[in-house]
């Protein structure tokens, strides 16, 4: 099961972001770029994929385009592990768990 939370600055994603939940999330777009920075948690994902990656990215994009920051909070080894084989860690605001 994935979740997914915003309170104001605050997202909380837990669970597996695969590509079925990205898809939806892709799709619906929950996130709100309504503050001057948002901070996303991480640290309750279970599962990371491409995909995953992929999401990130978008909200990167979006928050950009809407004058937003955002930062990736405590990403787990997997998912670093990924954007380092994709070559863009430089690219995504991600801290470590």
């Not at 928050?63 to 080894?77: L, T, V």
Request: hydrophobic share 40%; aromatic share 8%; charged share 25%.
């Amino acid at each position: 099961m994935f979740k997914f939370e915003q309170q104001q600055n605050r997202v909380k994603l837990s669970g597996r972001l695969n590509f079925e939940t990205v898809a939806d999330l892709l799709n619906k777009s929950p996130i709100r770029f309504d503050e001057p920075e948002i901070q996303v948690d991480l640290s309750e994902i279970t599962r990371f994929n491409s995909a995953s990656l992929a999401l990130l990215l978008d909200w990167l994009k979006k928050s950009q385009q809407k004058g937003c920051q955002i930062k990736y909070h405590n990403a787990p080894d997997q998912l670093l592990a990924i954007a380092h084989a994709y070559g863009i860690e430089q690219e995504l605001p991600l801290t470590s768990a």
